[in-house]
Each structure stands twice: as C-alpha cells, then as structure tokens.
Nanobody, 116 residues
Framework: VQLVESGGGSVQAGQSLRLSCAAS????????MRWYRQALGKQRELVAGITYDGNRNYAESVRGRFTISRDYVKNSLYLQMDSLKPEDTAVYYCYADTVAAIYEYWGQGTQVTVSS
C-alpha cells in the first residue's frame, strides 16, 4: 500500500487548507488512519486520527479548527484545516494501519507553511 499526500502549501494565518491522502496498491482493509506532523527541530506528533468505525480524535492544539474525514470507497483520508496559525507550520504525514497494526504505512509528507 502506498500513501500519497497532497494539498499542502503556503498560506497566511487565518486561512484554510485541505490535505488529502490517497491509498493505492494492494489494498487490504485499512483500520485506523491518522495525520501526523513534524515541525523543524521537533518530534513528530499526532494531529488527528479516525478509526474504521469513524471515531475521531484530535490533538488539543487543533481541536475545533481541524476536521479529519475519510472516504472508504476511495481509500482516502482528508484533513480540513481552518483558522491556521504559524505554529501549524510543519510537514504533514498520512498514516494507515491494518487491524492490530500488523501493517503500518506512511506517506512521504506534504509541507504546510503558515505565515503571520
């Protein structure tokens, strides 16, 4: 399974971006999908996740501003990012796993830059 992110870019504070992640290849049942991010000089952190059943969780820093969703038919993951802040600047990575995380997959990342 390959994960390919898109939708990153440079915006000003307060604006919005929508990230997409498309899964391709030999698709098995994907269980949990997540977005992580890594800012320069910092550790990778969880931004948001969504289970196969549709349960969502968010990092406290993005709750109320970001919305995660997925398309089960297209095997795609999305992240709607509103009211962006400079501290949201990072490389955003898509993650997917199978049941019991037997297999884990990562995308190559997409850069999001928010200027003040």
């Amino acid at each position: 399974v390959q994960l390919v992110e898109s939708g990153g870019g440079s915006v000003q504070a307060g604006q919005s971006l929508r990230l997409s992640c498309a899964a391709s290849g030999r698709i098995v049942r994907i269980n949990t999908m997540r977005w992580y991010r890594q800012a320069l000089g910092k550790q990778r952190e969880l931004v948001a996740g969504i289970t196969y059943d549709g349960n969502r969780n968010y990092a406290e820093s993005v709750r109320g501003r970001f919305t995660i969703s997925r398309d089960y038919v297209k095997n795609s993951l999305y992240l709607q990012m509103d009211s962006l802040k400079p501290e949201d600047t990072a490389v955003y990575y898509c993650y997917a796993d199978t049941v019991a995380a037997i297999y884990e997959y990562w995308g190559q990342g997409t850069q999001v830059t928010v200027s003040s």
